[in-house]
């Protein structure tokens, strides 16, 4: 089972990419059907240790005292949408940020890029796979009756908040690190492409 030392390891060193600057981001993982354990409130995503996560019922009520992270509503969306999601990770990159952001559509399109096969059912480099990109906002209730219905047709497990950052899961946590690196690098090659462009 994937534990709370597993992924703090993983994002110290998301911190240390320049992914979750202070006290950006936020990060969860499911340790049964029912209980979730996700970043409390305004803790430094650099710095993380166990003390900084906190239980809840994967439908939202608290197991530990405090205050999760003001994002949880999105986490706990996805572990409701699908039982097998075991993890779920945000982060706040510069290229996720910006890229958003000089994209006024309202998806990104990744066209025959290799790493594409990171991505669950991807068998083939020969393909263009979409990422949605939504306005940001604080309202996350709103936000998470914009995305939900979309979510059984998403191509790639991942979404952007345009300005903010992205959004992505998996059903073990390696799973959801591999697709937070793959579209990390997506996100750069594409700014790369279109700078030469
Ligand atoms: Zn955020």
New binding site residues.
């Given amino acids: 089972m994937d534990t709370i030392e597993n992924l703090t390891q993983l994002t110290n060193s998301y911190y240390l990419r320049g992914w979750t600057p202070a006290t950006?981001?936020?990060f969860s993982i499911r340790n049964n059907r029912d209980v979730v354990q996700i970043t409390r409130s305004g803790r430094h995503k650099g710095r993380l240790n166990p003390q900084d996560f906190m239980r809840l019922k994967h439908t939202g009520e608290a197991i530990d005292e405090g205050k999760p992270s003001a994002?949880t509503g999105l986490h706990l969306m996805l572990y409701q949408y699908d039982t097998e999601i075991k993890a779920v990770l945000?982060t706040?990159s510069p290229k996720a940020t910006v890229l958003s952001m000089i994209e006024k559509s309202d998806s990104i399109e990744f066209t025959d890029y290799e790493i594409l096969k990171a991505f669950p059912g991807v068998a083939g480099h020969e393909t263009t796979l979409s990422l949605p990109v939504y306005d940001n906002s604080q309202d996350i209730p709103a936000l998470v009756k914009q995305i939900e219905p979309i979510l059984p047709q998403l191509q790639i497990p991942g979404f952007l908040?345009r300005g903010?950052?992205i959004y992505t899961w998996g059903n073990s946590l390696a799973d959801a690190d591999r697709h937070l690196e793959a579209l990390e690098y997506l996100l750069e090659c594409e700014i790369i492409r279109r700078q030469i462009k």
Wanted: proline share 0%; glycine share 12%.
């Fill in positions: 950006s981001s936020n994002e945000h706040h908040i903010h950052g």
